[in-house]
Nanobody
Framework: QVVLVESGGGLVQAGGSLRLSCVAS????????MGWYRQAPGKQRELVAD???????TLADSVKGRLTVSRDNAKATAYLQMNSLKPEDTAVYYC??????????????WGQGTQVTVSS
């Protein structure tokens, strides 16, 4: 079973930057997609960005030009670089991974979340 651990959240002023990391540990046959989601108080969890093992990136329209995702397959780690942060980016950020299995369907796993707070 794969376990995801996020780090890098914190408090930052508007216009500042943060870099989140997500490390996947445990045995697997590959991680197809690693993604970042966020959930603000009173709102549904939403996709921020994800990246396939081949490097294809999907970004939410609300973060294009400010946030970007990358991954290091050798380290089973994904990153979310967040620049020009806005107060509306305040949320708990969760890492998600679609994990491949041998002769079975892939499954999804979530990290515990890391709080990002942007002050105005």
């Amino acid at each position: 079973q794969v376990v995801l651990v996020e780090s890098g959240g914190g408090l930052v002023q508007a216009g500042g930057s943060l870099r989140l990391s997500c490390v996947a540990s445990g045995s697997h046959f590959g991680i197809n997609v690693m993604g970042w989601y966020r959930q603000a108080p009173g709102k549904q969890r939403e996709l921020v960005a994800d990246i396939t093992s081949g490097g294809k990136i999907t970004l939410a329209d609300s973060v294009k030009g400010r946030l970007t995702v990358s991954r290091d397959n050798a380290k089973a780690t994904a990153y979310l670089q967040m620049n020009s942060l806005k107060p509306e980016d305040t949320a708990v950020y969760y890492c998600n991974a679609e994990v491949a299995r041998f002769l079975a369907s892939a499954y999804n796993v979530w990290g515990q979340g890391t709080q990002v707070t942007v002050s105005s």
